[in-house]
């Protein structure tokens, strides 16, 4: 049997390994000693499952289905106990999901990509915690993948378009990044999955270098500091000291300002700033923006808000650089 879109993978306490193939539509089971496989449910309608979780403690498959924006929750006979979510940005909503984990103690960890951002659930399906945003920096999502967590907690995201995995605390507090884009040991190119065994072993499927990568504890060091010392323009960059985000007098960008040399005032300021986000030192664009229409495009695109509103203050070409609230003028 060929398979057309191959995505997520997991086992069961019973060994079986269970995997789901977009495409088909389908959830197949492979069982210990013997060859055929196995469709888990011939009856199971399922709207482009992706990401495949078990859950020991409840004895249930958790589904992605990224086309219905929710998780579909199956007993072990493949037969639907629930759904949970639909589609939308509050929490416990999705806007195509893509990769799950379960971890040894039921929580369940679900990349709700688009969404940019990471959704934490209980074993009932009740939203524990909400973190991430979009970003071109350290602990910022770009096009997150794969995930999982170690025995301390930690959680392991897989970014696709950072060609790193980037490691967060359970409150969802960024604590590193390992690798970078390349070809050599603990380098990545769009890396997709990751799976972590009961010992810490991190396997992250490597996806553009057609390899599995196997780190160990101590190889996960070596890679910190040879980035620490070996790679300083990768440290330095997950500041905007060197980025087009700088846009003092010494920022490398054309956009700079003629005299002001301080890199943080142009966004933020300790002082005088917008009472409904704090800190921020930009006035929110006071207009209506004329959204992209396709008759091929499945997503449904509404006015900017929250943290677009933040960059479009900047970048939507009606506030000039120097427009802040306070220090008014600096960027003339």
């Not at 197949?28 to 399922?46: A, E, T």
């Not at 078990?54 to 493949?78: D, F, K, M, Q």
Request: net charge neutral.
């Amino acid at each position: 049997m060929k398979f057309s879109s191959l995505v997520g993978m997991c086992s069961n306490t019973f060994s079986e390994i269970l995997f789901t193939d977009s495409f088909r539509k389908k959830v197949y089971r492979i069982s210990p000693g013997k060859k055929k496989l196995q469709v888990l449910n011939d009856s199971l309608k399922l709207d482009q499952p992706t990401g495949i979780a078990y859950s020991e403690l409840r004895g249930e498959i958790w589904v992605v289905e990224t086309n219905a924006h929710r998780i579909a929750v199956l007993n072990g006979r493949g037969e639907i106990i629930k759904h949970i979510g639909s589609r939308g940005t509050k929490a416990g909503e999705f806007n195509y999901p893509t990769h799950i984990w379960i971890d040894k103690s039921g929580l369940v960890y679900v990349v709700d990509a688009m969404n940019f951002r990471i959704q934490v659930f209980n074993d009932s399906g009740e939203v524990v915690s909400v973190f991430g945003e979009p970003g071109d920096a350290s602990g910022y999502f770009a096009r997150p993948k794969g995930i999982a967590t170690d025995s301390h907690g930690n959680i392991y995201l897989v970014d696709a378009l950072f060609h790193v995995v980037q490691v967060f605390n359970i409150q969802g507090k960024f604590l590193y990044t390992l690798g970078r884009q390349g070809h050599g040991e603990g380098e990545f190119w769009m890396p997709s999955g990751i799976f972590i065994d009961k010992d810490n072993f991190v396997y992250i499927a490597d996806s553009y270098n057609s390899r599995i990568q196997v780190l160990n504890k101590l190889l996960m060091y070596k890679i910190l500091l040879f980035m620490l010392f070996c790679w300083p323009g990768l440290i330095h960059a997950q500041s905007i000291v060197n980025t087009r985000h700088n846009l003092s007098v010494n920022g490398p960008g054309e956009m700079r300002a003629n005299s002001e040399e301080e890199i943080c005032l142009f966004c933020h300021t300790p002082h005088s700033s917008r009472p409904e986000s704090p800190l921020w030192n930009r006035r929110e664009p006071g207009v209506t923006y004329n959204l992209y229409k396709s008759s091929t495009m499945q997503a449904l695109p509404g006015q900017p808000d929250g943290t677009s509103m933040l960059c479009l203050s900047c970048h939507d070409g009606t506030i000039a650089l120097g427009s802040l609230i306070s220090r008014s003028g600096v960027g003339e």
